[in-house]
């Protein structure tokens, strides 16, 4: 019974078939492999545009598995709860998944993996959501990294784990567990009428995250390292979206980028930085879980952050505070559901420094609003910018976002592309702000551009103040 019982493959943010360790293991048992997703109150409390895209990759995905004869098994509820059940109805004696790695999640699968073997059932987890597990990659003392530059050194050169094919086929059930309908768990709707907007920006599965790597590859990194950071230029690979529900494993991308490396590209290195940059984020969520939800750094408790309850912020969030890069940028995100690196910095530090608001604040809108928002990345970006988090960029460093648009977008070409204020024939990317955008807001394209919201001198003057005062103290 136990050699032909199934494998349940519990599937979380690993919505791919190919390099994919736990259905690969499951798979190369021999044994019926049945599929789930659990819809339980971590998924429930996502934000708006993660939930509904996690709700697409689901849907891909569970077409991608029924050209392979196997099916996604849908079902809402507690975890264990769920598995427990999923386990008497099928007879399988094992539940294997994918790791992750941020603090609730930790806490979610150690509470699962001790009830499942409680009862007698095999529970096991893989790797495959980082190139290196956290606890993996150590100093010469024995310690985590705290700085990335040495832990990029530390792993630059380390084995990475091989390509796993895709499998041809799963070895279905005898009978197929009950599932739940996609449909009916409405993980669009609070996206209201933004998802239409959106949704032609997206690039949804593991068929298109591949071809967006391959067009990577061929196209655009060769010039990755000087481009970048050019808010009007398309020089960067998207693959965001796709690495935060795995439709794409990072071993693809690093193998895909030594090997332009290993071919003379001279733009590959910096991208295979950049995918370091996204390791280290989970080295520090995994060693240190209070950086998703605190002050990372000593004496930052006491800094006068204000909070997010105020008309200031809420112009932030609208793409009005009178700085055009800014508003560009966080229009770009209602329009996308993304937004460009380098203005993510830009914006961020406006709200932090310029406005004095605790990077919460911004923490949490960009968790409703980027499709491809990551508990790691996102906690890493707003505190290293803030000046709170390792590594992070000096308090007293503060981006001037006139001038930093004037290096980065000297023509106004993506200025203008967002914000429909500055023409008067706007393109369709401008006015589409105003389809997505909350309708409680009142925006239309005939408002005139407000006048700044903070003085750029006098707002720095003001966080440079206010961090001498913290340090004093």
């Not at 264990?80 to 994918?98: F, K, N």
């Not at 609730?104 to 529970?123: F, H, I, S, Y």
């Not at 559901?337 to 830009?346: E, P, S, V």
């Not at 807001?441 to 903070?454: C, E, I, K, M, Q």
């Amino acid at each position: 019974m136990t050699q032909i019982s199934p494998v349940i493959w519990w599937v979380r943010r690993d919505l791919r078939l190919a390099d994919n360790p736990a259905l690969h293991a499951a798979v190369s048992s021999g044994r019926p492999v049945i599929a789930v997703f659990i819809y339980d109150s971590l998924v429930e409390g996502l934000g708006a545009a993660p939930r509904w895209r996690l709700g697409l990759g689901l849907e891909e995905f569970a077409r991608n598995l029924e050209r392979i004869g196997a099916r996604l098994i849908l079902r809402k509820g507690d975890a264990v709860e769920v598995l427990r059940d999923l386990v008497r109805q099928t007879g399988a004696s094992a539940v294997w998944w994918g790791r992750q790695y941020d603090p609730t999640q930790v806490e979610r699968d150690k509470a699962v993996k001790q009830a499942l073997r409680d009862n007698g059932t095999e529970a096991r987890s893989f790797p495959g959501h980082l190139l290196f597990e956290p606890w993996q990659v150590q100093t010469g003392q024995g310690k985590f990294y705290q700085v990335y530059s040495p832990f990029w050194r530390a792993v630059k050169d380390l084995d990475v784990a091989p390509h796993l094919a895709a499998p041809d086929q799963i070895h279905p059930p005898e009978t197929w567990p009950a599932s739940d309908t996609l449909a009916d768990w409405g993980m669009g709707r609070a996206m209201n009428r933004g998802a239409a907007v959106v949704l032609p920006h997206l690039r949804i599965g593991e068929d298109a995250a591949r071809a967006r790597l391959d067009r990577f590859i061929a196209s655009t990194i060769a010039h990755y390292k000087e481009k970048r950071d050019f808010l009007d230029q398309d020089a960067c690979s998207g693959l965001s979206e796709n690495l935060t529900y795995g439709e794409i494993s990072p071993v693809a991308l690093w193998h895909a980028g030594r090997h332009a490396l290993d071919a003379g590209n001279p733009g590959a290195e910096h991208f295979l930085k950049e995918l370091v940059w996204r390791e280290f984020a989970y080295h520090l969520v995994f060693h240190t879980p209070h950086i998703t939800h605190s002050n990372w750094r000593d004496g930052w408790d006491r800094f006068p952050w204000g909070n997010g309850d105020s008309a200031d912020v809420l112009r932030w969030k609208q793409g009005r505070t009178g700085i055009d890069v800014v508003d560009a940028a966080m229009r770009e995100m209602y329009v996308t559901g993304r937004m460009h690196n380098r203005a993510r910095m830009l914006v961020a530090s406006y709200l932090t420094k310029h406005m004095l608001v605790h990077w919460r604040v911004g923490l949490d809108w960009f968790a409703q609003c980027l499709v491809d928002w990551d508990p790691a990345a996102n906690a890493m970006g707003w505190q290293w910018v803030a000046g709170s988090g390792p590594d992070a960029a000096p308090y007293f460093r503060i981006f001037n976002p006139d001038t930093q648009a004037q290096k980065f977008d000297s023509h106004q070409r993506y200025r203008k592309a967002w914000i429909a204020e500055l023409s008067r024939t706007p393109p369709p990317t401008a006015t589409s702000f105003f389809e997505a955008c909350p309708r409680a807001w009142g925006l239309s394209p005939n408002d005139t551009r407000p006048a700044p919201l903070v003085d750029l001198a006098t707002g720095r003057n003001r966080a440079l103040d206010a961090y001498q005062h913290n340090k004093n103290s």
